[in-house]
């Protein structure tokens, strides 16, 4: 019944290393989400596909690379973990892409631990 | 670019207590406003949204009025319970650059006790 969900909830990982974070919605939206909640509980998106397609890149370093396989899914895979990138990552979606009204709905998160 | 203001926290109240947390926002156009609530250890829910001037949104017990002229979007609830401590950010949707994005505030904690 889940509406959005992350895959893992937790991940400990060493700097350097290479991870990856699935999502996956039930709910037939169109487009989806990553944003980034650092320590102070900030919240930022960093991504937005709408049926596959990229349509927000918001200067992330190109060591995030977001894949989208199919508009269910939404996986964010990440290069050479810095210290930096510890934080909870959120996935969301909503219906549509262009109408200003859409609720997004988020997933549980994943707190990402780089030592 | 768009942004949104809200106050800082934490804040503590105590049960019954009349509750309201400040969000201001800069936006072009004409932005929806929403309120989302993270309580520990979850996601975002949203809580309530108001999607054009003087509209209110209410759930739970929570309000909030879209306020064009102030450019505001205060949250209230006549009577807080220890349940609804957790983490409130205000939001709003930018639809510049083509998607459609929430830009948030801060977050404001929100502590209820006995």
């Known amino acids: 019944d889940t509406a959005v969900s992350q895959t893992p909830k937790y991940l400990v990982t060493q700097m350097g290393n290479d991870k990856s974070i699935k999502c996956e919605q039930n709910?037939?939206?169109?487009?989806m989400y990553w944003y980034k909640q650092d320590s102070k509980k900030f919240l930022k998106i960093m991504f937005s596909?709408?049926?596959?397609?990229?349509?927000i890149n918001e200067t992330v370093p190109n060591r995030f690379s977001p894949k989208s396989p199919d508009k269910a899914h939404l996986n964010l895979h990440i290069n050479s973990l810095e210290l930096g990138d510890s934080a909870v990552y959120f996935c969301?979606?909503?219906?549509?892409?262009?109408?200003?009204?859409?609720?997004?709905?988020f997933g549980p998160g994943t707190r990402l631990t780089v030592l | 670019g768009n942004s949104v203001t809200q106050m800082e926290g934490p804040v503590t109240l105590s049960e019954e207590a009349f509750l309201t947390i400040n969000c201001t926002y800069t936006a072009t156009g004409y932005p929806s406003l929403f309120w989302y609530v993270q309580y520990p250890g979850e996601g975002l829910q949203l809580l309530l949204k108001a999607t054009k001037a003087d509209d209110k949104g209410s759930n739970k017990g929570f309000e909030a009025t879209y306020r064009k002229e102030t450019t505001s979007f205060h949250l209230e609830k006549g009577s807080v319970q220890v349940s609804d401590s957790a983490v409130y950010f205000c939001?709003?949707?930018?639809?510049?650059?083509?998607?459609?994005?929430?830009?948030f505030g801060t977050g404001t904690q929100l502590k209820v006790e006995l």
């Open positions: 969301a979606s909503s219906k549509s892409r262009g109408i200003g009204t859409d609720t997004q709905y």
């Open positions: 939001a709003l949707n930018d639809l510049t650059g083509g998607g459609n994005k929430l830009t």
């Open positions: 596909y709408n049926n596959k397609e990229l349509i």
């Open positions: 709910l037939g939206h169109d487009t």
